[in-house]
């Protein structure tokens, strides 16, 4: 954990050995069209998951018995995802058998469209936070990202949510489109009233592995002469700020979260993933089959994560071998972290 100045902490958030969390694909459906949208319905379906499936699900990333691999729901965060969650009419439902089953914490991801009167529907003791995703300062840069209106829509959502007494974050998704108004950010956060803000980095994934997508990549100079400095500018604003460290130097510890740490991320179609960017690809470590969490044989992602490699993470090598760069002797010059791997930024006075 490291100080600066006398006001804040900057410190790596590193995986905990009790904490897990269940990111929970409610459905793949969406109303938007994002530019760098990840969600991938040839691997992942195009069903929507029914209150009865949801609730069993929760059940049984809540158990001991059952699982193989979760221990018991206290220790678990539940991130409701789509798609668009709040397109499921059964959002409400999934929250409230969360919070009855005792998980840790209960977050829901939005676009800010909360469809079916979503906050009507439940408290904010049922909630621990609202995520809106918001890609830039104003409709210009949002809008180009996320479609026409969605500024006006995703901000407006966030008012409500605040005026209801709802926890509030917003997620800005940086890329070369609009690393140049994230530095805007931090106040129109405050003025919203959102409290925790976390800035992650596109991924070649998705639509943004298509024609065209390198263009949204960001330059390692890029990415580190505005990240820390917006985060800073958060805390300073009183605002918890997350982002990924991304890069490590080669003297720093590598750890992969397949390998050190508990991360699931539930597809409505029974796949388990345990790494974020083996997503687009059948290598799933697990499934849902019959009701139980399944192992699958190898080669799976987990078997991936066992290589060491000097580059640090595996399934970045594989994917984007463009982010390295390598001295003359073959050597790179820096590691790539796990992309859970995030920094946090918080005022501590
Ligand atoms: S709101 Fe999310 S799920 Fe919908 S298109 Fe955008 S990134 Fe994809
Ligand atoms: S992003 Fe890389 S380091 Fe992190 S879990 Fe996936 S393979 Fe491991």
Same mark, same amino acid.
């Given at each position: 954990?490291?100080?600066?100045?006398?006001?804040?902490?900057?410190?790596? %958030?590193?995986?905990?050995?009790?904490?897990?969390n269940?990111?929970?694909?409610?459905?793949?459906?969406?109303?938007?069209?994002?530019?760098?949208?990840?969600?991938?319905?040839?691997?992942? =379906?195009?069903? +929507?998951? *029914?209150?009865? +499936?949801?609730?069993r699900?929760?059940?049984?990333?809540?158990?001991?018995?059952?699982?193989?691999?979760?221990?018991?729901?206290?220790?678990?965060?539940?991130?409701?995802?789509?798609?668009?969650?709040?397109?499921?009419? &059964?959002?409400?439902? =999934?929250?409230?058998?969360?919070?009855?089953?005792?998980? &840790?914490? @209960?977050?829901? *991801? +939005?676009?800010?469209?909360?469809?079916? *009167?979503?906050? &009507?529907?439940?408290?904010?003791?049922e @909630?621990?936070?609202?995520?809106?995703?918001?890609?830039?300062? %104003?409709?210009?840069? $949002?809008? !180009?990202?996320?479609?026409?209106?969605?500024?006006? %829509?995703?901000?407006r959502?966030?008012?409500?949510? @605040?005026?209801?007494?709802? =926890?509030?974050?917003?997620?800005?998704?940086?890329?070369?489109?609009?690393?140049?108004?994230?530095?805007?950010?931090?106040?129109?956060?405050?003025?919203?009233?959102?409290?925790r803000?976390f800035?992650?980095?596109?991924?070649?994934?998705? $639509?943004?592995?298509? *024609?065209?997508? #390198?263009?949204?990549?960001? &330059?390692?100079?890029?990415? #580190?002469?505005?990240?820390?400095?917006?985060?800073?500018?958060?805390?300073?604003?009183?605002?918890?700020?997350?982002?990924?460290? %991304?890069?490590?130097?080669?003297?720093?510890?590598?750890?992969?979260?397949?390998?050190?740490?508990? $991360?699931?991320?539930?597809?409505?179609? =029974?796949?388990?993933?345990?790494?974020?960017?083996?997503?687009?690809?059948?290598?799933?470590?697990?499934? !849902?089959?019959?009701?139980?969490? @399944?192992?699958?044989?190898p080669?799976?992602e987990?078997?991936?994560?066992?290589?060491?490699?000097?580059?640090?993470?595996?399934?970045?090598?594989?994917?984007?071998?463009?982010?390295?760069?390598? #001295?003359?002797?073959?050597?790179?010059?820096?590691? !790539?972290?796990?992309?859970?791997?995030?920094?946090?930024?918080?005022?501590?006075?």
């Open positions: 954990m490291t100080g600066i100045g006398t006001d804040f902490l900057k410190r790596t %958030v590193e995986f905990r050995p009790n904490s897990r269940l990111f929970f694909h409610i459905l793949t459906a969406c109303n938007l069209k994002c530019a760098h949208c990840y969600i991938n319905p040839s691997q992942h =379906g195009n069903v +929507t998951l *029914d209150e009865t +499936t949801i609730k699900w929760l059940r049984l990333f809540s158990l001991t018995k059952g699982s193989d691999a979760i221990r018991s729901a206290e220790d678990t965060n539940v991130i409701f995802l789509g798609g668009e969650p709040t397109l499921n009419p &059964a959002l409400a439902q =999934g929250i409230k058998e969360a919070r009855r089953l005792g998980y &840790a914490s @209960v977050t829901v *991801d +939005t676009n800010g469209f909360l469809f079916h *009167d979503i906050l &009507a529907k439940i408290t904010p003791e @909630v621990d936070y609202f995520s809106f995703s918001l890609d830039g300062s %104003v409709p210009e840069t $949002n809008d !180009i990202i996320r479609g026409k209106g969605t500024f006006e %829509v995703c901000t959502g966030i008012r409500s949510a @605040v005026e209801l007494g709802f =926890g509030v974050s917003s997620i800005f998704t940086a890329s070369s489109v609009n690393i140049h108004d994230l530095p805007n950010m931090p106040h129109l956060l405050k003025d919203l009233g959102v409290t803000f800035i992650q980095v596109i991924g070649i994934r998705g $639509n943004s592995a298509m *024609d065209g997508g #390198e263009s949204l990549q960001l &330059a390692r100079d890029a990415w #580190e002469s505005v990240v820390p400095e917006t985060a800073m500018e958060a805390a300073k604003l009183g605002m918890i700020c997350h982002y990924p460290k %991304v890069f490590l130097d080669r003297e720093e510890t590598f750890e992969c979260a397949g390998l050190v740490a508990e $991360n699931y991320f539930v597809f409505p179609n =029974g796949r388990v993933y345990t790494c974020p960017l083996c997503e687009d690809y059948p290598l799933h470590a697990y499934e !849902i089959r019959d009701g139980r969490l @399944v192992r699958r044989p080669i799976t987990a078997e991936l994560y066992t290589l060491k490699i000097p580059e640090g993470c595996v399934m970045n090598r594989l994917l984007h071998p463009g982010n390295i760069i390598y #001295e003359k002797g073959g050597e790179p010059r820096y590691k !790539i972290a796990c992309c859970m791997l995030k920094e946090e930024i918080v005022l501590t006075e």
